[in-house]
């Protein structure tokens, strides 16, 4: 949905118990986030937000909707470190965060075994890749990894002109 939307996502969008699909990209959504409004979405797959202006820390709530198989968050101001729990999405395949306001390490948890795009890019994180993501990276499915190489340590990664990695 490109409408043009502005302020915060309406809590009313809670009764959409059914739904599998929420893109809400390009908009002017903002924070804060408003707790539940997921709660009750068991069977979302797709969130997608990218696009926005949401200039606060990532919801822990999206850690909870363990239907979840692809989820942009990126192109937007999202600030502080990416909770553990999203590492608890076993089913998730795409997770996009790049280009907002994150620090701290790349937990662990976030290398899924559905993975197969995890961009994290333009950021502000930090911190070193384990030896076992990179073999995720050689012998699984995550097969699209970029994060800035300024930034982050990554024995198996190489550099590009465009910071991925």
């Not at 790049?98 to 075994?113: C, S």
Request: net charge negative; glycine share 6%; charged share 20%.
């Amino acid at each position: 949905m490109n409408k043009n939307l502005a302020s915060t996502i309406p809590l009313s969008f809670s009764k959409l118990t059914s739904l599998r699909r929420l893109r809400l990209f390009s908009n002017s959504l903002e924070g804060p986030w408003n707790k539940g409004i997921l709660q009750n979405m068991t069977d979302l797959m797709d969130l997608v937000l990218h696009g926005n202006n949401f200039n606060i820390t990532l919801p822990y709530e999206i850690g909870d909707v363990k239907s979840l198989r692809s989820l942009s968050l990126a192109g937007n101001k999202f600030h502080g470190d990416i909770p553990k729990v999203y590492g608890e999405l076993h089913r998730l395949e795409t997770l996009e965060l790049q280009n907002n306001e994150l620090t701290g390490e790349i937990p662990p948890e976030l290398f899924l075994p559905n993975l197969r795009v995890l961009s994290l890019e333009n950021n502000s994180l930090s911190g070193t890749v384990s030896e076992t993501i990179c073999n995720l990276t050689e012998h699984q499915k995550l097969n699209d990894f970029n994060v800035d190489c300024d930034k982050v340590e990554c024995s198996c990664c190489k550099c590009e002109e465009n910071t991925s990695r």
